[in-house]
């Protein structure tokens, strides 16, 4: 029964591909990657984009090209110079892997052509492979990412509830893979992606421009409930951070180098970590958001206590490590991008 009408759906929907790829056609972005592109240019910006907005994406690919303009230069830096490219974008993680495939490129004797074979490769989930695979190689395979989910939801007028965005994802690629214009697929893609992002918005859509009205369930009708995702409540949570400087150095902790998130990545140490340090006046408040979680934290100056050098310290945290920074150097440490936005605001305030 599903299969009959997906099957009926998606031939309404076939006679909209060419509007849809005229659309693209018209209306795309002149991104860099797009104007200019290549295999390389593809993976970066995918791992870029990833959980990140194309607006802040934008500098930061134009300064990584010219300092990585390939496979083999990126393959070859060290990853410290990765980092600190890569610095202010979050989820370090991306940059660790793409360095890593960059490395695995490098020791291929051609690159990889299909979705299954990119998906083997080191931060390379299966929208990134479809992406990769269909943009640079003409794979007919989709990308389904929130974007995608929400044209189709609004286009068939689903009203289904998911609990994720995962299980919203899975519930509609057979849509998305029936729909898919397998003459064009990189094409196609983008041109889906490019429509949740400017056309099929979350909030007030532009039905009256949209190339796929006229076969959309839900046009200039109840379009911004769909899709329909039952999101975890947000839960709060409350940090303090110490401002602690001495002789113009001031103390950073650097994550463990078998930690998951701040592997090599300095912050400004935790109350909880430092008991004996005394915390003064508030220097600063800032509020990040990681997953459903809101987190505030509040940065302290703090006094160690008589002890001279890390000799007043305890032993650093989580396997890492503790480091006095000479502030004038403080552009040359791998921050986590909140931290250097922080900390410069409080370095600008004095
Ligand atoms: S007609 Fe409106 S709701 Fe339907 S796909 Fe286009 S923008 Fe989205």
Redo the contacts with the bound molecule.
């Keep these: 029964m599903r299969e009959k009408s997906i099957s009926a759906e998606a031939t309404k929907l076939k006679k909209l591909r060419g509007t849809l790829r005229e659309w693209y056609g018209r209306h795309q972005r002149p991104l860099p990657w797009r104007t200019e592109p290549s295999l390389y240019r593809t993976v970066v910006s995918e791992f870029m984009c990833q959980q990140t907005r194309i607006e802040t994406v934008l500098p930061y690919f134009e300064r990584w090209m010219l300092r990585f303009p390939d496979f083999i230069a990126l393959a070859k830096a060290p990853e410290s110079d990765v980092l600190r490219a890569w610095e202010g974008l979050g989820y370090y993680s991306r940059a660790r892997n793409l360095h890593r495939l960059a490395k695995e490129i490098e020791g291929m004797d051609a690159p990889l052509r299909i979705a299954a074979d990119w998906k083997k490769l080191p931060g390379i989930g299966p929208y990134t492979a479809a992406a990769v695979a269909s943009i640079a190689f003409g794979e007919p395979v989709p990308v389904i990412d929130g974007n995608v989910v929400?044209?189709l939801a609004?286009?068939r007028g689903d009203d289904t509830e998911f609990r994720s965005n995962q299980e919203a994802v899975d519930a509609f690629r057979p849509l998305a893979e029936a729909f898919l214009d397998p003459r064009h697929p990189g094409d196609h893609n983008q041109a889906m992606m490019e429509?949740?992002a400017t056309?099929?918005?979350k909030s007030k859509?532009?039905?009256l421009?949209?190339?796929?009205?006229a076969g959309?369930?839900?046009?200039?009708?109840e379009?911004e409930k769909?899709p329909r995702i039952v999101r975890r409540a947000t839960v709060k949570v409350d940090v303090k951070r110490l401002w602690i400087e001495r002789d113009g150095h001031l103390l950073l902790h650097e994550g463990a180098p078998n930690g998951r998130r701040l592997r090599a990545i300095c912050e400004l140490p935790l109350a909880d970590d430092i008991p004996a340090a005394q915390p003064g006046e508030q220097l600063h408040r800032g509020v990040r958001a990681i997953t459903h979680h809101r987190i505030t934290e509040e940065i302290f100056r703090a006094r160690l206590p008589q002890l001279p050098g890390t000799a007043a310290l305890p032993s650093p945290p989580r396997n890492g490590q503790w480091h006095w920074v000479p502030l004038r150097h403080i552009d040359a440490v791998t921050l986590s991008g909140p931290h250097r936005k922080w900390i410069e605001a409080i370095l600008e305030d004095r």
């Design positions: 929400r044209v609004r286009v429509l949740g056309v099929c918005r859509p532009a039905c421009i949209c190339p796929l009205r959309c369930a839900s046009a200039g009708n379009a769909r």
